[in-house]
Each structure stands twice: as C-alpha cells, then as structure tokens.
C-alpha cells in the first residue's frame, strides 16, 4: 500500500492516507515521500467529497471509520488488486500465481525483460538487485503481477487474483497454506479453480506440468491456450547450478528451475528465444530474502529465506543441502504465521526439516497470545515435524543461546545454515551474530 501511495505522488496525485500502526521500511518511505500520516489511527474527517476514490488495504476492517464515511459519502472505492488492474487497463498482464514461486517467477520475468531492453511494469512482493520500486505506474506494454489468493479487501472477500484478467497466466504450484482464510485444503484448491473460471479464452495458462495439483487443476479444463512446462535440465558444479550445460546461474535449488522454466516459457510465448532469456538470466540473483546468501567464509554459508509454508521449507532445505552436500545443515525455522502456530496445521510440516543434520523450530509465545491461540508444547512440535532431536526454542534471546550451543566456536568441519522465517527472529541480527560465532 505504502508503494502504491509513492507511487502515485510521483505520478502528481495529492495523496492522504492513514493506519494504526506502521513499521519500517514503510514508515521511513513515506516519511522520505513526505507521505507520513501527522498520527496514527483513523480519522473519518480525513474522507470528504472531493476525493476521486479510496484504496482500501486490508488492515482496514469492515467497522472502519474511514471506510464507512467513504461508503456513507459514495466514493468510489478500490481494493489493492481491482486499483491495479484499472491502472494495468490498457496493458498485457501476466499473472503469476500459485502457492510457492511467485515472487522469484514474477521478478525473474522482470529482469530478463530488463536486460533485453524491454520495459514493463511491475507488482511484486520482494526489493529486487537494480530495481528501486516494488511497484510501478510508467504505461509500459507489459504489467508483471504477483497474484495472490489472499481476500481482496474487507469488502471483498474474492481472491486478489480474480482482478486482474490476466492476458499471460503462471501458475507455479498449489499446496495448501493460510489456514486462517481456507480452513480445508479444498477451499484453497477450490480458488485456483476460481481463478481458472475467471480468465478470458485467449488468455495463455503456462502451468507446472510436475506438480500433481497443478496438473489435476488443468485436467478440470479444456482450456486450448495452456502451455504446460518441466523443469530446464541442469547439474550442479562447484556450488553453481548450470542450465543446459552451459548456463551458469546465480540461483538455488530445483524449485528455482521450475521458477525459472516459468519465466523462460512465459518469455517464448512472448517471441523471446530461449538463449536469449537464459542469457539475459544469468546475471540474475533472486529477490530479498529467497535464499539470499548472508554469509560465505571458510566456516560455511548462510542463507535467510522467506519459508514459511510446509512446502516452501522442504523445498529450501533440499536446495542448500543439494548445493553442498559435503557441508553439514543446520536449519532454523520460525513458526510465525496463523497457518504455521495452528497445532490443527502443523502436521503438514512432517519430514519436512528431515535433510537437515540439526534444527531449530522457534515460535514466540507473545505473538501466540496476542492472537488468541492456545500455547504449543515441545510435544506437538516434535510429532507433527517428525523428529525427537528438535532445539525448541520461544524467543530471540532462547534463539541466539541455541546458536551459540550448536555452532562450534573453533573451526572443525564446513557446515550451511539456513534461516527460514516470515518473521524477523525476535530482531536478532543474524549476520552479525555468525560473523562473531564463525570468529570473522
């Protein structure tokens, strides 16, 4: 929300806008933007005739004060996805959607148009290496979208990606996750089928061919634009993957083959050759935090990823233990969304920290109660994720004394440590901490 205000102050709109409570990087955008709400909290005096319409995000409740005055007055009131869609209008749209991939999928779509000069939009979820903005309003041909599944508003319940009518669709993967919106993995399924209703019969379906939802999505549909796609063939050599034998990347994991498959197949039905995009690819080195190397040294690698789904954590865990095999794994998990603190959906996380030699489930007791969630004991941890030999730990100080007790502080063996979380680790600077255990 806070990119879209910038965005649009750019563009010469007179913006306002309000929240209860913001945290950085937004507050220091919008401070630097001169956007800065003079207080938190809501003030209806602030929604008057003369606006020229309300984008309504959710942290907006449907009780919110602004909101009813914006209804009681007739403005015109857009949710997050129908705004960019009216802003996309009269451009291509791609949508990548799916459970898993679409920020890296989107972004790669991004930079490989970049470097062979072609200007797009963008929407994406993640700070991308050589782009300032996560969101953009230039009137380029192509809009690249990360569509979620997520409600589009508290007026709107509809999936945000039933907004967008794309022209070029990604779907990645489906594998269940917020439980708190789809309480029945069927539910979940059940808006990807949604999505598929939704779309236009000209409209491209470039869809994962080796992901078994993906593929029982499309068996529902006679759909004669889908393009399905398998994984580009690859080796690992030195620490590096490379795509037909020749393509060296920057990238991690067979996950991010599949993303980049997406992406290189997305291009082709764009008149973009195959060389050309794994070319314009090689140079590409992911978006924040999705296996972002933190630290290399003669001790090892560090990685923060943004894992949090039982999916998304199996996935990483195997790419950085395929990358260095010899080296041993230690991952550290932090249980931080509804889906992943709900004792009913933690089972779906079982064997999924199995490739690790060593790991670390953390989840802070404060933030469970502040939900309202009942409290989770080392049993329940240690039967849903399968494994005895757990290191629970509640908060970022318990965190920072497990790492201390699992990190030699003598070199020995090479090991890879993999941060994985939603959250933020209890504020622990992670990189500081190894450089001081590691003796850098």
């Known amino acids: 929300m806070h990119n879209i205000a910038i965005q649009l102050a750019r563009k010469g709109y007179e913006i306002t806008g309000s929240d209860d409570i913001l945290f950085d990087p937004s507050r220091s955008r919008l401070e630097e933007a001169g956007l800065l709400p003079e207080k938190l909290g809501w003030n209806p005096d602030l929604v008057h005739p003369d606006l020229d319409f309300i984008i309504l995000g959710m942290h907006a409740k449907s009780d919110n004060p602004e909101l009813l005055r914006a209804q009681e007055l007739g403005l015109k009131i857009y949710s997050f996805p129908s705004f960019i869609r009216e802003q996309a209008k009269e451009q291509k749209r791609i949508v990548v959607a799916g459970s898993h991939g679409k920020t890296t999928t989107a972004s790669m779509i991004v930079h490989i148009l970049g470097k062979l000069g072609i200007k797009s939009d963008h929407l994406i979820g993640a700070q991308l290496d050589g782009v300032t903005d996560i969101v953009t309003f230039h009137g380029h041909p192509y809009y690249i979208i990360e569509g979620d599944e997520y409600p589009s508003s ?24 917020h439980m708190n919106v789809f309480p029945t993995y069927e539910s979940y399924f059940k808006s990807f089928v949604s999505l598929l209703e939704s779309i236009r019969p000209d409209c491209k379906v470039i869809y994962n061919a080796q992901d078994e939802e993906v593929v029982r999505l499309m068996a529902r549909f006679s759909h004669q634009n889908a393009i399905p796609y398998r994984h580009l063939d690859y080796d690992i050599r030195s620490g590096k993957y490379i795509v037909d034998q020749q393509y060296e990347m920057n990238i991690i994991g067979a996950h991010n083959i599949e993303n ?18 794994l070319t314009a690819s090689q140079s590409f080195r992911g978006a924040a935090r999705r296996l972002q190397p933190l630290l290399s040294g003669p001790r090892g690698n560090a990685y923060l990823d943004f894992a949090h789904a039982p999916s998304k954590v199996t996935a990483s865990v195997k790419a950085v233990d395929s990358l260095h095999p010899q080296n041993k794994l230690l991952a550290v998990l932090e249980l931080h969304t ?18 690790a030699e060593k790991a670390i489930v953390m989840f802070d007791s404060k933030i469970m109660a502040n939900k309202n969630m009942p409290p989770l004991d080392d049993d329940i941890i240690y039967t849903s994720f399968g494994r005895r030999d757990l290191l629970i730990v509640r908060s970022g100080a318990e965190l920072t004394t497990a790492l201390e007790k699992l990190i030699p502080g003598e070199e020995t063996e090479k090991s890879d440590i993999l941060f994985m979380s939603s959250g933020s680790f209890g504020g622990i600077d992670l990189k500081k901490k190894l450089l001081e255990l590691w003796n850098l």
């Open 154 to 177: 508290a007026i709107d319940s509809r999936p945000k990606f039933l907004h967008y009518d794309p022209d070029f669709l990604i779907i990645t993967g489906i594998a269940w996750d």
């Open 260 to 277: 980049l498959t997406a992406a290189v197949t997305l291009c082709e039905t764009l008149g973009i050759t195959q060389k050309d995009s």
């Open 338 to 355: 509804f889906s992943s603190l709900n004792r009913e959906f933690l089972p779906q996380y079982r064997g999924s920290l199995d490739r």
